[in-house]
């Protein structure tokens, strides 16, 4: 069975992160965003992965080379020359898509985080025998987003709404399809929009069927909902193999903790932390509602909530990092600095208070 | 004879054209900075270069095959793993720095822009004797920077003070050095200031002269001095090589156009602007005092000034750019847009007006 993932394009909502890395090898909760959907993937039985990208392709190539061997998937990519939307990708890996057994694939979004209940979409798509099945999670403020109106008994799809101004349902498209290869057929080679174009197409004749998505669903594009997202799968995790979070009496709540990071005495981590390969926290450091890259060190007696420390940057003794800080690669913030949500670009460092959220180039 | 350019870091002065291509890969008058140095050092008989940096050497000795065929002279990299310093790369490329011919070798600051009287500065050195001569230039305000005090006659360096309070002097350090090998003895393989630690010591033992610069002189590392440094360096131009300015009913001022650029009717183009490879310039445009990168397009009835645009970027249909904006590489500013100074990451499009200087990531 194959598979595309609408990796996309520059990542820029997710900078200063994506400076350094493209937003598919950004880590989320200590493995790249992208791993777990590939991951995901091959539980469900497919061989084959194609990454529809646009932007930086040898360092995408790389670090396929790597996880290919380890996780024994076939991985490509499917390079666009132009911005093809959210489906013209999939008339340009066409040909990567089909082979002629007439199975159906998935296509993710890379920014989505859930539980990927493949198996269950699988059978869905066959009891319908429809030609698509999309997934679709339940939002609390649907004008926001575009809606999937359905009818309620058998998923059946009726039409797309985009930011409704009067209540018409509250289930959004969850960026997860599972398609006959004869959607293909529906989609030229050119820049066209799933939701607006093909999947309207695919409702009016009645073929076109959506499943709720259980559990949680976040898109994790930006760092706000990064954060948010972090919290909904530690959650998830603790009740699928508790045994992956961290415990101890420095641990409050869900926390993960990668094998080579070193916690001094005296701390205080969680809820709602990811702390990475190689981290060193160091003593009397509380931690809270956030990630931590890989090679990060934290002096003591620092306090962190609600931010993201990125690759191999230090934060400085009795240093207060909070509200939506980012620090990008390389960031150091000296001792006994204030950062209130600094945006902080690479290769920097703080040595003076950041008292309102800002940028720092 | 041979030469070291120090090349240092990040850029991240220079943000956001630093995040497409390291420092001295950014264009200047239409030339990578480092090869306005380059080019000045081959015309008096250097052979040899080394670039001592510390940042995407990758990047750096991929320009570099291409410059060591086309100019006829060696290129190396001598690559810091910790940075050194302003003294301590000298140090680490001894070995390509000295041979055993015993001549004195350069050292130049990668961000400097002048005119390079490099042979008038082999000339000084031959005739006082020293171990040491570095260039120095007049400056309005040498309380922001490190003086220098000399004897006016010989040239013969005192001392040096840093932001001096009371007024000593008005030249300060040009970043433009000529030493003899001895000085490699005195610097250790560490960081190393060569203005706080190897000068003085020199200066202490008479050895150390200084070469007022004549011309213009500008750092350019960060984007204010480099639009203030294209000026001048224009101005120089005239003097000099008044062919290579453009000319024409619509250019006033001095202004450089790559062969390669196209500018339409009804433009009004200068003082101050340099105008790069495969730009299009459409009709009824204003620019005045910016630099505009390989690839832009400018659509009809904009108006630039006091600003850099970024390599492949367009600027829309009467939009008005101005006051320090710095659009970094494949940035879109749409039509009627207004920008008072916006500082805009690579790869964004521009849909909004921007009222105040900020940066947009």
Same mark, same amino acid.
């Given at each position: 069975?194959?598979?595309?993932?609408?990796?996309?394009?520059?990542?820029?909502? =997710?900078?200063?992160?994506?400076?350094?890395?493209?937003?598919?090898?950004?880590? !989320?909760?200590?493995?790249?965003?992208?791993?777990?959907?590939?991951?995901?993937?091959?539980?469900?039985?497919?061989?084959?992965?194609?990454?529809?990208?646009?932007?930086?392709?040898?360092?995408?190539?790389?670090?396929?080379?790597? !996880?290919?061997?380890?996780?024994?998937?076939? *991985?490509?990519?499917?390079?666009?020359?132009?911005?093809?939307?959210?489906?013209?990708?999939?008339?340009?890996? +066409?040909?990567?898509?089909?082979?002629?057994?007439?199975?159906?694939?998935?296509?993710?979004?890379?920014?989505? *985080?859930?539980?990927?209940?493949?198996?269950?979409?699988?059978? !869905?798509?066959?009891?319908?025998?429809?030609?698509?099945?999309?997934?679709?999670?339940?939002?609390?403020?649907?004008?926001?987003?575009?809606?999937? #109106?359905?009818?309620?008994?058998?998923?059946?799809?009726?039409?797309?709404?985009?930011?409704?101004?009067?209540?018409?349902?509250?289930? *959004?498209?969850?960026?997860?399809?599972?398609?006959?290869?004869?959607?293909?057929?529906?989609?030229?080679?050119?820049?066209?929009?799933?939701?607006?174009? #093909?999947?309207?197409?695919?409702?009016?004749?009645?073929?076109?069927?959506?499943?709720?998505?259980?559990? !949680?669903?976040?898109?994790?594009?930006?760092?706000?909902?990064?954060?948010? +997202?972090?919290?909904?799968?530690?959650?998830? =995790?603790?009740?699928?193999?508790?045994?992956?979070?961290?415990?101890?009496?420095?641990?409050?709540?869900?926390?993960?903790?990668?094998?080579?990071?070193?916690?001094?005495?005296?701390?205080?981590?969680?809820?709602?932390?990811?702390?990475?390969?190689?981290?060193?926290?160091?003593?009397?450091?509380?931690?809270?509602?956030?990630?931590?890259?890989?090679?990060?060190?934290?002096?003591?007696?620092?306090?962190?909530?609600?931010?993201?420390?990125?690759? /191999?940057?230090?934060?400085?003794?009795?240093?207060?990092?909070?509200?939506?800080?980012? =620090?990008?690669?390389?960031? /150091?913030? +000296?001792?006994? #600095?204030?950062?209130? +949500?600094?945006?902080?670009?690479? /290769?920097?460092?703080?040595?003076?208070?950041?008292?309102?959220?800002? *940028?720092?180039?």
């Amino acid at each position: 069975m194959k598979a595309l993932i609408l990796v996309g394009g520059f990542g820029t909502r =997710l900078r200063p992160l994506t400076l350094s890395v493209p937003k598919p090898l950004v880590e !989320f909760a200590n493995k790249p965003m992208i791993l777990h959907q590939i991951e995901a993937l091959k539980a469900v039985g497919v061989t084959e992965v194609v990454l529809a990208i646009n932007y930086q392709p040898e360092l995408m190539l790389n670090f396929l080379k790597e !996880f290919e061997k380890k996780l024994e998937i076939k *991985i490509t990519c499917s390079q666009e020359t132009e911005p093809l939307g959210t489906a013209g990708p999939l008339a340009l890996a +066409g040909d990567k898509l089909i082979d002629g057994s007439g199975e159906p694939f998935f296509v993710l979004n890379s920014d989505v *985080i859930c539980e990927y209940p493949l198996k269950e979409m699988i059978e !869905f798509h066959q009891s319908h025998g429809g030609e698509a099945s999309i997934m679709v999670t339940k939002v609390d403020e649907p004008s926001k987003y575009g809606v999937v #109106v359905m009818e309620e008994t058998t998923g059946k799809v009726e039409k797309f709404v985009e930011k409704p101004k009067i209540f018409v349902g509250n289930k *959004i498209n969850a960026g997860i399809y599972l398609l006959n290869p004869s959607v293909l057929d529906r989609i030229e080679l050119r820049p066209t929009s799933i939701e607006k174009e #093909v999947f309207p197409k695919i409702a009016a004749e009645q073929k076109l069927y959506a499943m709720v998505l259980p559990g !949680f669903w976040m898109d994790i594009g930006q760092p706000k909902d990064y954060i948010t +997202g972090l919290r909904l799968y530690l959650e998830s =995790l603790r009740k699928k193999s508790s045994g992956k979070l961290a415990r101890g009496p420095h641990i409050g709540g869900n926390v993960l903790v990668d094998e080579t990071a070193a916690i001094g005495d005296g701390c205080l981590i969680g809820p709602d932390v990811a702390i990475g390969a190689g981290c060193v926290i160091e003593s009397g450091v509380r931690l809270s509602r956030c990630s931590v890259m890989r090679g990060v060190r934290i002096k003591k007696h620092a306090y962190i909530s609600s931010s993201i420390l990125g690759w /191999h940057s230090t934060v400085g003794r009795w240093a207060r990092v909070e509200n939506m800080t980012i =620090l990008g690669e390389d960031v /150091h913030v +000296g001792d006994e #600095v204030y950062t209130n +949500g600094g945006v902080v670009l690479p /290769h920097k460092e703080i040595k003076s208070n950041i008292l309102k959220p800002e *940028i720092v180039m």
